[in-house]
T-cell receptor, first 115, second 111 residues
Framework: EPEVTQTPSHQVTQMGQEVILRCVPI?????FYWYRQILGQKVEFLVS????????KSEIFDDQFSVERPDGSNFTLKIRSTKLEDSAMYFC?????????????FGPGTRLTVL | DAKTTQPPSMDCAEGRAANLPCNHS???????VYWYRQIHSQGPQYIIH???NNETNEMASLIITEDRKSSTLILPHATLRDTAVYYC????????????FGKGTKLSVIP
């Protein structure tokens, strides 16, 4: 069964450093998402991406964050200068197409620890 | 998206049906009810969705009241592997289709 993959599974970084989290969505999917979950808290939407551009973003997704689809398969989330409060699980998700049949497929997540 | 309300936790005996309620009294006509679950710290997993009619798939059944103000997710024979946080989400089939997660219901299946 096709699945969303994410690398690395765990990333440790120093405050102020840049990190890039990588995702490979399911190959024929068209909409891509990043969510994050701070330990013990809700899963929060960060950004959606369609047709090579951001379609929607939350208040969390400020100028420190960027997304890119550099080739036909990878979907990346960059945090330019990490803060302690960026420590969280980051989940990538994708859906085949728009519409009510909105089964989002989530990856296993990347645990980001900012020291 | 309409707000949903779920009990914070529930227990269910292994092998019995788990019935997870969700209130979505402000749901609008074009909003679907989706259920996802999250096992430990894994990525959320889609379970089922519906608009008006009851739905069933290999994982669960979804019962939506006639006025659509509430729904119940039924896991017919709960196993220990069903221990997870279950999220009920009301969302329209439009826009960017992102999901707004609440706190969900922590279901503990007890041997």
């Amino acid at each position: 069964e096709p699945e969303v993959t994410q690398t690395p599974s765990h990333q440790v970084t120093q405050m102020g450093q840049e990190v890039i989290l990588r995702c490979v969505p399911i190959s024929n999917h068209l909409y891509f998402y990043w969510y994050r979950q701070i330990l013990g808290q809700k899963v929060e939407f960060l950004v959606s991406f369609y047709n090579n551009e951001i379609s929607e973003k939350s208040e969390i997704f400020d100028d420190q964050f960027s997304v890119e689809r550099p080739d036909g398969s990878n979907f990346t989330l960059k945090i330019r200068s990490t803060k302690l409060e960026d420590s969280a699980m980051y989940f990538c998700a994708s859906i085949l197409a728009g519409g009510p049949y909105n089964e989002q497929f989530f990856g296993p997540g990347t645990r980001l620890t900012v020291l | 998206d309409a707000k949903t309300t779920q009990p914070p936790s529930m227990d269910c005996a292994e092998g019995r049906a788990a019935n997870l309620p969700c209130n979505h009294s402000t749901i609008s006509g074009n909003e679907y009810v989706y259920w996802y679950r999250q096992i430990h710290s894994q990525g959320p997993q889609y379970i089922i969705h519906g608009l008006k009619n009851n739905e069933t798939n290999e994982m669960a059944s979804l019962i939506i009241t006639e006025d659509r103000k509430s729904s119940t997710l039924i896991l017919p024979h709960a196993t220990l592997r069903d221990t997870a946080v279950y999220y009920c989400i009301a969302a329209s089939g439009a826009g960017s289709y992102q999901l707004t997660f609440g706190k969900g219901t922590k279901l503990s299946v007890i041997p």
